[in-house]
Every structure is written in C-alpha cells, then in structure tokens.
C-alpha cells in the first residue's frame, strides 16, 4: 500500500502517467492470463486519454513503479504496457523477444522494449545481450 501512496505525491506531471501506466499493466496482464481483448470501458478509456508527449525514461519509470503494483506482472506484461503509453507519446517502439540457456539446460525467455536504437525496458545493454533474439513486434493493438 505504502507504493500506492507514492504514486499520489508524485508530481503532477506524471501522477496522470503513474496511474494510467497502472491500469494497462493491469489490463495487458488480465489478457495474457485469460487471453481476452478487452477490459471496461473505462479502464480504457482512462488508458487512452493521454496525448502529451513524455520522455520515453519517464514512461519506462512509470511502467516499473507500476508493475511492482501487479501481482505477476512478467516482463512481457510490463513491454506490452509499455508498448501502449510509448505509441500514445509518438515513439515507435519495438518489443523484442529473447531466449538464453540456463545452466540447468532450461531456456529462459525475455521481453525488452527498443525505441530510438536503445533499450528502454527490461535491462540493460550487457544483461540483454545473454539472450538470443527470437523475434520483434511492432504491436498495431493499444
């Protein structure tokens, strides 16, 4: 509860960014879960009014905060989320999907976010370079 709080002292200028960053990270992991298309109307509606451009850093941070508010918000909720607030800010992002070998001989999977030729979500340059790319999105859905 005490992350909830933050969201509410944040500064103006991104407590609207938090609180949508919320919502479609809690829509994206809903529709990983039961495989539906949409939630209420109004969760989307709330996740569609922003049109301000913001840093893609700021809309990453958002993402993070927001995340740790979803119980089992994977990588791959969190770069769909992300995905959504980026296209809505006038970036063109770019999911990629990766896979690396456990020493246990399991596969691990990954989901990232690129925009711009940089990793904005999901790590950093060296941890994101353990894992062989499978693919790239450019989603059409938000």
Known sequence: MR?????????PETRGLYVRAFW????????????GR???H?????????????PHQTIATAITKASKLVPGASCLTQALAADVLLKQNGY?????????????SALSAHAWVVCDGQIVL??????????SLLTKLHSAES
């Not at 109004?42 to 913001?54: F, G, I, N, V, W």
């Not at 999901?122 to 894992?131: P, V």
Request: aromatic letters at 4%; charged letters at 35%.
């Open 92 to 104: 063109n992002p770019e999911i990629r999907i990766g896979v690396k070998s456990e020493k246990t």
């Open 24 to 35: 479609l990270v809690l829509k994206k992991r809903i529709q990983l879960t039961i495989g």
């Open 38 to 40: 949409r939630l209420a």
């Open 42 to 54: 109004s969760a989307r509606a709330l996740c569609e009014d922003s049109q301000s451009t913001m």
């Open 122 to 131: 999901g790590g950093t340059e060296d941890e994101i370079k353990e894992y």
């Open 3 to 11: 992350r909830a709080h933050r969201v509410f002292r944040a500064q």
